[in-house]
């Protein structure tokens, strides 16, 4: 019996060929090849498959019942791996799978709500499942398969994985419209006697990157509230004296809120996507990576 191993799946294609001109002339013709390489290739087949194949007739060479049998599995078998070498052809819209995101509470708000948005229109087969990445290891997610894609800024990234930066984050500060220093520029004096309200991220923190910029100057604020979720935000900005420093791309998204420089420089930092190698040149994950730069962009 033939190993597969053994086969040479280019003798396919010319035995098909053989088939359809029943000549071994024509054949190495449509080929191109001489007529004594078409006659090997005819004697390795008929070894392979311990069958004489084409048998001579008057005008020609006519292909044994095995042969008639074998032709249609070697057509199929050849169709099938021209289709696997087609580059695949992506329809959003008939896209089945789903797409974990890991990234932090106030990301999932500005990025990843607006693409589920936008994918209920474009591919609306597609599941989304929202995890959260606080005091998560990025890379050991990735490793063990728990996440596609992670939005998160550069420093919670290790340099092997594959990423790409969607925007640099600076802070400003919120409060209220009717706030008495809306509208006004704050002096560092005023500004560390304001009471404000914090947003922390892993929960209970009284300091963040405004009180690091503050220690630089020999300056303290008061923080007088830490909520770990953005929805609280909105009402204690509105209906209080509190103000909180904020990622600008969050800030932006708060109703009813007046947004001002702070008086002192609060380091920012980029915020980035990233994935797998795995998912590298999957085609369904490149268009899906594709839209969410598109949208933030």
Partial sequence: MTDIRTLDFNLLKAFVVLLDECNVSRAAKRLSITQPAMSGILNRLRESFDDPLFVRVQHGMQPTDRALQLGQSAKKILQEISAMLQPPVLKPEHLTMTLRIAAMDYVQQIIALPLILRLRRLAPKVKIALLPVQGQNINRLFEENKIDLALVSQ???CANLPQMML???RYVCAMSKTHPVANQ???LEQFCQLPFAMLSYN????SGATDLALQKLGRQRKVMVSVNHISLLPQLLQDSDLVAVLPEHLAQT???VHLQAPPIEV?????MMA???RTEQDIAHQWLREVLVEMVG
């Fill in 167 to 169: 925007y640099e984050e």
């Fill in 267 to 271: 380091q920012g930092f980029t915020m």
């Fill in 155 to 157: 420093q919670h990234l």
């Fill in 203 to 206: 929960g209970g923190e009284f």
């Fill in 185 to 187: 520029t704050l002096s």
């Fill in 275 to 277: 994935w797998h190698e």
């Fill in 254 to 256: 708060l109703p009813n």
